[in-house]
């Protein structure tokens, strides 16, 4: 039968305390003025590159390395921690969304029955991401959804949308809602009364996480739900270009906005009997939203009206709560992941981050489940995060606070792993702002000298790697490589992850002699990591996990 119990590793100890650091956003890429990692003073993360080669690899962290449709996808947190926590590559929920609406099973399931039922007399509504970036959704599974509701009695839709600007260019907004609009269109000359009711930038109107600013969320409600916004407009491409036109604003940050009729009556608020899709197939950003629309104890704001609706998201968002509880696909049944694992053979676990990165370390390494597996056993601790600014004006974060703690809890000895994720590389690397990126990536290379030296002072072992590629390209290539430059000569700031791989070093007093890569496995990528940190606590890692990175060679 199953056990939890793994193996010995033949060759190495256990019992080593071990520093697993996660730089997000902080991928490898040619040496030039965008390349922020190359600009900034990062001695520590230099001489972990510059020193034994059999200490330092690259590994895949975009595409179908991390359970993505196509090579074409660049990595992303979500997918990055859970392949590094999961050890094993699973289709994920941009993949499953794909199939399921590819093959109509999307239609069949007990989700989509479930909203059907309002059909009739309600109205459906569709609320989430409006961009092609395939990090938390993508415009053509939202037109494919569209179409396939309204052929299956959906006579009147309202879409909620929120601008992007992060996973794809600042500015291409604009062009987003006018293909929606366009579908729109088209379904309403068959006689549907579909429609835009309301929109926001995402950073500023309900794509919030880890409940850092609920604010963000309400801002959401109070347009989506209650049809009230300090902006109104007839037409959404026309609200999406006058936001635009405000000083210091951009697509993640539009202000949320109505849709009004003649009347100044807002089109589309939602109302008792109707159905709400959030069509976001990512969890992270979408948990505090569907908590505002499923449950009926809530009160960290004021909902001012309840609407009784039937809410389905486009997956389950959270395994643990079992939140939403209706969803029309069914997202990646991570189990069994290393977290677990390793609980359960003894290893006692620290993790932390800041506020906006601290589920990347719990919730996504633990497969997309919040709580701890045996408090006993773990502890994980959130550090505020600087709310209501953008990250470029205060760009080294929380990464000195993090690393003191991670650096307190190596030295306490009551820890054997102790995990951390330092979010400046790509929080800052989001903003566009080459020269605080440039700073955030300095903080994150000091904080990481910070844990190895407590990892020296206790002859422990690092393990350093990063999720997914950002602060190394900060510009908009063309086929080339080159620079693209916009219709001014400008060079297009590129605020999104990249497809670029991802440095991972060992190293450390406890590392014992003879650790090294393999180099039999050159194709490897963020799965494979989880393998290797089990090797490394002294275990050997289940069958069916990705292969691990290492062996013990002679000396
Ligand atoms: C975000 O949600 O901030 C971006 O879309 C992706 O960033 P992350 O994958 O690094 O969290
Ligand atoms: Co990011």
Sequence with gaps: GFSWKLKDHPKLPKGKTIAMVVLDGWGEAKANQYNCIHVAETPTMDSLKNGAPEKWRLVKAHGKAVGLPTDDDMGNSEVGHNALGAGRIYAQGAKLVDSALETGKIYDGEGFKYIKESFETGTLHL?????????????????????????????????????????????SSVGFVETLENDLAKLREKGIDAQVASGGGRMYVTMDRYENDWDVVKRGWDAQVLGEAPYKFKNPVEAVKKLREIPNTSDQYLPPFVIVDDKGKAVGPIVDGDAVVTF??????????????????????????????????????????????????????????SGEYLVHNGVRTFACSETVKFGHVTFFWNGNRSGYFNPEMEEYVEIPSDSGIT??????????????????????????????????????????????????????????????????????IYVVTADHGNAEDMVKRDKKGEPQLDKNG?????????????????????????????????????????ATVMNLHGFEAPSDYETTLIEVGDN
């Design 127 to 171: 609320i989430g991401l409006l961009s092609d970036g395939g990090v938390h959704s993508r415009l053509d599974q939202v037109q494919l959804l569209l179409k396939g509701a309204s052929e299956r009695g959906a006579k009147r839709i309202r879409v909620h949308i929120l601008t992007d600007g992060r996973d794809v260019l600042d500015g």
């Design 280 to 337: 976001n197939f990512r969890a992270d950003r979408m948990v505090m939203i569907a908590k505002s629309l499923e449950y009926e104890d809530f009160n960290t704001f004021d909902r001012v009206r309840v609407p009784k609706i039937r809410y389905a998201g486009m997956l389950q968002y959270d395994g643990e709560l079992k939140l939403p509880s209706h969803y029309l696909v069914s997202p990646p049944e991570m189990e069994r992941t």
């Design 391 to 460: 990250f470029n004006v205060k760009p080294n974060m929380k990464a000195l606070e993090i690393a003191e703690k991670a650096r307190d809890a190596i030295l306490s000895g009551k820890f054997d792993q102790v995990r951390v994720n330092l979010p400046n590389s790509d929080m800052v690397g989001h903003t566009g702002d080459i020269e605080a990126t440039v700073v955030a990536c300095k903080a994150a290379d000091e904080a990481v000298k910070m844990i190895l030296d407590a990892i020296e002072q206790v002859g422990g």
């Design 490 to 530: 400008k060079i297009q700031i590129l605020t999104s992850h990249t497809l670029e791989p991802v440095p991972i070093a060992i190293g450390g007093p406890g590392l014992a002699p003879g650790v090294r890569f393999r180099k039999d496995v050159p194709n490897g990528g963020l799965a494979n990591v989880a």
